[in-house]
C-alpha cells in the first residue's frame, strides 16, 4: 500500500508528526482490512469485562481472604488474574500497532477510528464511524467527533496534502 511516511517522531501530542499521512481512499481501504480485527478486539474486551467483573464479585464475596494463598479460590483467582493480563496486554498491544501506522481508535465499542491526514498544510484526523458507508469527515486534532466537518469531493478522492519528498543529495564523482 502507498502512503506518505512521515520522518520519524512520537506523535502530534507531542509536537512531530504521526507516523503516516492517509489519503481517503487509502484509509477507506485499511477499514476494510481493520473490520475482522475490531470484531476480535471486541471479542477480547469482552472478554476481559468478563474476567475483572468476576475477580471483582470474587473479591467483594471473601474480602480479604480471598489473597491467601490456601484460599479455596486461589487457583481460581490466580487464572483470572492471567488470563486479565494476557487480554489486556494483547489488545494494547494491537492498537500500539494501529497508533504507530497513524491510525487511532478512538472508540472500540462504537467503532470510531480517526486516521491522520494533512488539509490545507495542517494535520488533522479522517474520522470515521462503523456503519458509515466510507470517510466523509475530518476533524482538527483538538476537536473530536462532535467538531466534524464534512470532506470536499475532492479531498474524498485523494487530493489531501501530501508530504514533500526530500530531494536527494547529488551524487559525488
Known amino acids: 500500500m502507498s502512503g506518505h511516511e512521515a520522518r520519524a517522531g512520537r506523535g502530534p ?3 512531530t508528526a504521526p507516523p503516516r499521512f492517509w489519503q481517503v481512499p487509502e484509509a477507506e481501504e485499511e477499514l476494510f482490512h481493520l473490520a475482522p480485527k475490531f470484531r476480535g478486539l471486541r471479542v477480547k474486551v469482552a472478554r ?15 474480602g480479604e481472604e480471598f489473597g491467601a494463598s490456601d484460599h479455596p479460590d486461589a487457583a481460581r483467582k490466580k487464572d483470572l488474574e492471567s488470563q486479565a493480563s494476557s487480554l489486556q496486554a494483547e489488545v494494547e498491544t494491537e492498537l500500539e500497532g494501529w497508533r504507530k501506522r497513524g491510525i487511532e481508535v478512538k472508540d472500540l465499542s462504537t467503532g470510531l477510528v480517526d486516521f491522520y491526514a494533512l488539509r490545507k498544510g495542517e494535520i488533522i484526523l479522517l474520522c470515521w464511524k462503523s456503519g458509515e458507508d466510507g470517510i466523509r469527515f475530518w476533524h482538527t486534532l483538538e476537536g473530536g467527533y462532535r467538531m466534524r466537518r464534512p470532506l ?12 514533500p519528498t526530500p530531494r536527494s543529495a547529488p551524487r559525488k564523482g
Do not use: F, I, N
Not at 48 to 62: A, F, G, H, N, P
Open 13 to 15: 501530542g507531542e509536537g
Open 48 to 62: 476481559l469485562v468478563e474476567v475483572t467483573e468476576e475477580l471483582d464479585r470474587l473479591s467483594k464475596l471473601w
Open 152 to 163: 470536499s469531493p475532492s479531498e474524498r478522492a485523494g487530493g489531501l496534502d501530501v508530504l
